[in-house]
């Protein structure tokens, strides 16, 4: 079974930049579309960025030109930098491939006005 580590959540003030991790396990990393997710609370979980398995990225419109995504295959890692926080950015982030398949735990993310 796919397993999927997120890590880097907290609290940052609007205006501050945090960067998020996620070690995958199980999956033929390599070969994977992964793809970073977002639920905000009280919303449908969203896909916010994402990554071909030769680095393409994609964003979505509310968070391009702020986030960046990036992969390591060597250590099976996939990390998104986010940058220019506001308060609407405030949910829990997940990691997982395209299309999704099993979900980690999530970290989240509060970020204060």
């Known amino acids: 079974q796919v397993q999927l580590v997120e890590s880097g959540g907290g609290v940052v003030q609007a205006g501050g930049s945090l960067r998020l991790s996620c070690a995958a396990s199980?999956?033929?990393?390599?070969?994977?579309?992964m793809a970073w997710y977002r639920q905000r609370s009280g919303w449908q979980r969203e896909l916010v960025a994402s990554?071909?398995?030769?680095?393409?990225?994609d964003y979505a419109d509310i968070v391009k030109g702020r986030f960046t995504i990036s992969r390591d295959n060597a250590k099976r890692r996939v990390d998104l930098q986010m940058n220019n926080l506001n308060p609407e950015d405030t949910a829990v982030y997940y990691c997982?491939?395209?299309?999704?398949?099993?979900w980690g735990q999530g970290t989240e993310v509060i970020v204060s006005s």
């Open positions: 990554v071909t398995p030769d680095g393409v990225t």
């Open positions: 997982n491939e395209i299309p999704y398949t099993t």
């Open positions: 199980r999956i033929i990393f390599s070969k994977a579309q």
